[in-house]
């Protein structure tokens, strides 16, 4: 049934919004995308594109305190050791800063033989001096030519038609021939900024008149940059016009396809995945996103988002604490902490049913790796809510589950392993998990491994207090000729003190049977032991009063730690 924009199904009770929505057109009102036969939603993506950060030239510009050289020389050395090739060092006629930090770099030995600086130039000449000055000594360079192409800016920003705009290229690329130094290996870029929103068939004609200009081989290829340099529309469109210039492009084997996606709709990262699909063999970026408005496209997540399908990313992010520490000092800015893969609270569950999940998931997949004889960090990952280990990248499983009032026993047992080494049994986990809602309710915040630790002890081992209803001062026990146990013990009940005995078929049920002599009816419904530090904790489920109360202790020995826990079932319901 065809509906008005007002016609609403009865399960759908929006109201029409009083935002002038009317102001705004859709994408196909303002740019013609040729749509053919689409190729890219059946396409997979098998291996990395290059990566090529712009952090210190984009990312800088869009910075309230631009980096000094200082700061720039941290970033760089750091893009460097993370494995970046082709970086984008920036903007040498913008300002001196950046003209400087350019000549720092060409004549301070700090370019790698394998890294390849990117410089960026508008098309006028003097600029265009200014940018190949500041490359002079560097062996190897891409020079990055850019203008305004669409309608709008021709319109609004340059003042200028279609014909003046090749010919304003024409020029300026045709100067760049001349200044590059024939005994270095430089190369030419060029980007139609606002690419996204101008002509396609403009677009493809001044991209071809400058690969063949630029005479492009695919040993000295040419860089075609494409950027979605203000998002208008839905990825899968960006896609379609990627893909359009994939295939129509001249000489293509000697074109490098490059994007540059910015993050105003807040898709950055799927226009950059869908563009790769669709053809593109290069991607600008900044590491977390940082740029004008909402940001150029976040590399960090682009690449371990190709690293969590099992495809070699091709840069090394395996300390991100390190990487975010560095970009964090060099921007001035916060990376935020639920930023995917690198935020403090990313791999950090609250949730119960999330923290029951992942606490399983870790068992089995140790468990798994244990099976096939090799260490947890080689193991195929397959964990419930966690798409990568966080071992990977540097993080500790520490953090991984955390405890508040959203949280459930999964968690909490979890968080109780690890930082106490207390192995709940199954059927006791609801019964602190209890516990630590009440206590986290009343807090409103979040309980840390030390606090459940030691509200552990205070629920469940401290049963020889004063405030306890049974105390068990002194106890022995020993084997029976019929094969069975006595128990001998002094129990304290408030201001009395007696002694009494008991027998069984073993320690546990001999110290039962001398309760009951003091007027303790117990049943010992389960139990449960494990090693501790110097000896054993047990946990013990017991039917007291009509009422089903788990005890804890712990012991030199399993019966000992055994009768500690019963105490403490036998105290706690005392107190219940």
């Known amino acids: 049934m065809t509906t008005t924009p007002y016609e609403r199904p009865l399960w759908n009770p929006q109201q029409p919004s009083p935002m002038p929505f009317h102001r705004y057109r859709p994408f196909d009102e303002r740019v013609d995308v040729p749509v053919a036969d689409r190729g890219w939603p059946a396409a997979r993506l098998r291996q990395a594109p290059l990566w090529v950060p712009v952090d210190l030239r984009d990312g800088n510009q869009a910075l309230a305190e631009p980096m000094d050289t200082p700061r720039k020389r941290r970033f760089f050395d750091l893009l ?28 301070g030995g700090a370019v790698p033989d394998d890294v390849t600086p990117v410089v960026f130039t508008p098309a006028r000449r003097d ?82 008149e400058l690969t063949e200009l630029w005479d492009a081989s695919p040993d000295r290829p040419v860089t075609h940059n494409l950027p979605a340099t203000v998002e208008i529309a839905t990825p899968n469109v960006y896609a379609d016009q990627i893909e359009y210039m994939h295939r ?34 290069r991607v600008e970026g900044c590491l977390f996103g940082n740029g004008e408005r909402t940001g150029n496209v976040d590399l960090v997540t682009l690449t371990l988002n190709l690293y969590a399908q099992g495809v070699d ?30 935020g403090d609270l990313v791999y950090t569950a609250f949730s119960g049913t999330h923290q029951d999940a992942i606490s399983k998931g870790l068992a089995r997949h140790a468990r798994a790796a244990a099976d ?67 206590a986290t309710d009343d807090s409103g915040r979040e309980a840390t491994g030390k606090e459940l630790h030691e509200l552990f002890r205070t629920t469940y081992l401290d049963d020889d207090g004063g405030d306890g209803a049974l105390r068990l001062a002194a106890w022995s026990a020993q084997p029976t000729p019929s094969g069975g146990h006595r128990f001998v013990c002094t129990l304290e009940t408030g201001d009395r003190t007696a002694d009494h005995e008991g027998t069984g078929e073993d320690t546990l049920a001999a110290f039962v049977d001398a309760l009951a002599g003091a007027g303790f009816a117990v049943d010992v419904l389960e139990t449960s032991v494990h090693p501790a530090d110097g000896g054993s904790v047990a946990y013990a489920a017991c039917r007291v009063g009509g009422r089903t109360v788990w005890g804890a202790g712990e012991g030199r020995s399993a019966p000992a730690a055994s009768v500690r826990a019963v105490l403490s079932a036998v105290n706690r319901a005392a107190t219940r």
Not at 254 to 262: A, D, E, I, K, T
Not at 313 to 342: G, Q
């Open 80 to 107: 460097v050791a993370t494995g970046f090739k082709e970086i984008e060092v920036g903007y040498p006629s913008a300002s001196r800063t950046d003209f400087d930090f350019v000549r720092h770099l060409a004549t």
């Open 127 to 208: 600029l265009i001096d200014r940018t190949f000055d500041a490359i002079a000594g560097l062996p190897r360079a891409v020079v990055h030519l850019y203008v305004a192409t669409s309608p709008v800016w021709r319109d609004v920003v340059l003042g200028r038609g279609r014909d003046e705009v090749r010919r304003t290229v024409r020029e300026a690329a045709e100067h760049m021939v001349r200044r590059a130094d024939p005994a270095a290996y430089v190369r030419f870029q060029f980007s139609p900024e606002t690419f996204n929103l101008t002509e396609p068939d403009f677009v493809l004609e001044l991209c071809d």
């Open 248 to 281: 129509h492009l001249a000489r293509r084997d000697s074109v490098v396809l490059s994007v540059h996606p910015h993050n105003d709709r807040g898709t950055g990262v799927a226009c950059a995945e869908l563009a790769v699909l669709a053809g593109a063999q």
């Open 313 to 342: 990313p091709m840069v090394d992010l395996s300390d991100i604490d390190s990487v975010r520490a560095t970009v964090e000092h060099c921007n001035r800015l916060p990376v935020h902490v639920r930023h995917p893969y690198a």
């Open 372 to 438: 096939a004889g090799v260490s947890d960090g080689e193991a195929p990952w397959a964990v419930p809510y966690l798409p990568i280990d966080p071992a990977d990248v540097g993080r500790s499983y520490e953090a991984v589950i955390r405890v508040n009032s959203q949280s459930g026993k999964g968690g909490v047992a979890y968080l109780l392993r690890t930082h106490a080494g207390y192995d709940l049994p199954p059927r006791m986990r609801p019964d602190f998990a209890r516990v630590v809602q009440q």
